[in-house]
DNA sequence: TTTTCTTTGTGTTATTTTTACACAATGATG
DNA sequence: CATCATTGTGTAAAAATAACACAAAGAAAA
């Protein structure tokens, strides 16, 4: 029986998504792997992924994919870059639409790893080899997220709702590379407005408890329409 | 005859690729379009692209597509975004990978129009209702002009080898749609050290002649590669 | 109960960057 | 030689950023 049943008059690669996904584990950034059960590469850890079906965009794919090989969804999204280099695939010419996505880790219990679909969170500056050109996807995504927080504030994606001025301040620095003064760090953050201070603080520490604070989506939404712009 | 001799196992949309062209005439930015001669979208404007090819990349298709289309070679040119809206191209599943590109509108005569392919620079702020999603290609490919030429030196690739700090100025409040001090502009580009004064200057001019510039590009790659940040 | 240890919360000063702004010089034209 | 339009340059005020220090909280140890 022959399965080559759709048809074209001039050859065309196949179209995949991939989905970076990142994720904060309260010390620093990670990243989510699944380990490839099959060939090429069988072994190796990749980004999940996978073909894009007619009735949906890549977008919509790369969420499907995502739902479908970890459980995530409604979460932050967005287009990173596509790769189209003719050898990137060996099994023959695929390009893939790349994505991002920023996670709270702890919405999410990664499924436990049947032999079919191992998932698992890789520390950023742990991430080993990985499957196709996946290093260089990496290495782009990286790149994003580093200048996309500064400008945007994409970096309460990955925390809880609640959260402490340390942990974003780790947040920053885990992504970035980079450390800040605290004072100035706080300084800066609040001085956006966009943070609610809680009453409430960090329960059984053994030294004086942050408070808990919250990111205003609202009041960023009303500002971000009359022109104002989010900076670190 | 059977045309349909390209067989896959799973449906496959079609690929293609698109390039923003934007130039830059002295006064204002502008952009190359072409009259589509065909349905869908006859007599509307639209950006040259075409079929992606199974040997190239996307970017090498672009490339091929803008030479073949309007003998544009040699270019700066850069990926933009890829758009798979499913309802996008009228006459099937097609998803393209656009790119932008920058010339020096001296650098090319557009060959004089024959019926079959009409090329042509619009202004930025005249361009008339595209076809496809193309207005939208157009909107994102500016927003990306808009932010980039703030921390990439990439205006220098719209203007001759030799230009005065006025074009400059033009230049940059044409993309940026803002007005700059001239002194505060002159300062802040010339404190970047980028820049080399020549001794000549602009002739025949009913006032005081501007001194033209060049920027110092291999000085650029220098800076750049010990960490050095362009920004305007 | 008091001390110790660690970490948070806050504010002031110095430095750097950005913005606002004015006047002399050039070059063709009348 | 005066006029007109535009370039070239520098300084002062304002704003943003960077450097920095001390008091307060909270558990654990003495």
């Known amino acids: 029986m022959d399965t080559q049943k759709y048809c074209y008059e001039y050859p065309r690669p196949a179209l995949t998504t991939d989905c970076v996904i990142f994720g904060f584990d309260g010390i620093e950034i990670n990243v989510l792997l699944i380990e490839r059960g099959i060939a090429p590469f069988k072994g190796k850890w990749a980004f999940p992924g996978g073909f894009v079906r007619m009735d949906e965009s890549t977008e919509e794919g790369a969420k499907r994919e995502l739902f479908e090989e970890t459980g995530i969804k409604d979460v ?42 191992k998932a698992q969170w890789f520390k950023l500056k742990d991430v080993p080899s990985l499957a196709f050109d996946h290093d260089l996807v990496l290495r782009k995504a990286h790149n994003r997220l580093k200048s996309k927080i500064r400008y945007q504030p994409i970096g309460f994606e990955l925390l809880d709702a609640k959260f402490t001025m340390p942990q974003l301040q780790l947040l920053y620095e885990s992504i970035l590379e980079i450390k800040f003064d605290r004072r100035n760090f706080s300084n800066k953050i609040m001085k956006t407005g966009l943070l609610i201070q809680l009453d409430e603080k960090v329960p059984n520490v053994p030294h004086r408890a942050p408070r808990y604070l919250m990111f205003n989506k609202k009041k960023y939404n009303e500002l971000q329409s009359s022109g104002f712009n989010f900076e670190i």
């Open 76 to 117: 932050f999204i967005e287009q990173l870059y596509t790769f189209s280099d003719v050898q990137r695939d060996p099994r023959g010419r695929v390009v893939t639409v790349a994505y991002f996505a920023l996670v709270k880790t702890s919405d999410y219990q990664l499924l436990a790893g049947d032999d079919a679909m």
